[in-house]
């Protein structure tokens, strides 16, 4: 499983490379969940995870308000966090996966990076979401 060059480059935006890791999410438990019944319950705790976070980061980008703004943008934080729980709990159970699932738990840590510094920015900026 590779991620498209200009993704490994970092030229998408935020909810267009969550889209593309949401993609990649979805491909990679269909193997996992081949491995049996606890391997499958797994897979589809990532999937949702996974999924979440650009879905919250949708909501996000046409919110209302601030505090619906920031409170959207702290969902997709605390699934990119479960996500690569997920992630880290199938590499280590399973270490055939550990090198496929790598790459996914560096991205669900990026993730998790940027949505806490713009958490921050939010909550620190008292201009930003007042009407002009």
């Known amino acids: 499983m590779q991620f498209p060059e200009s993704m490994r480059e970092k030229q998408f935006d935020f909810r267009e490379r969550s889209f593309l890791f949401a993609c990649e999410i979805v491909g990679f438990p269909r193997q996992v969940a081949d491995h049996g019944y606890i391997f499958k319950r797994l897979a589809g705790q ?3 995870a996974g999924g979440s976070i650009g879905a919250n980061l949708e ?4 919110a209302q308000t ?8 702290f969902i997709a934080l605390k699934e990119a966090r479960e996500a690569r729980f ?3 709990l199938i590499a280590v159970s399973e270490p ?3 090198s496929q699932a790598a790459p996914l738990i560096a991205e669900a840590s990026e993730f998790a990076a940027m949505l806490t510094t ?4 939010a909550r620190s900026n008292n201009e930003r979401g007042r009407p002009p």
């Open 96 to 98: 055939s996966f550990a």
């Open 66 to 73: 601030k505090p619906h703004f920031i409170s959207k943008q």
């Open 46 to 48: 990532l999937v949702d």
């Open 118 to 121: 713009s958490l921050r920015t």
């Open 59 to 62: 909501e996000s980008a046409e």
């Open 86 to 88: 997920w992630l880290r």
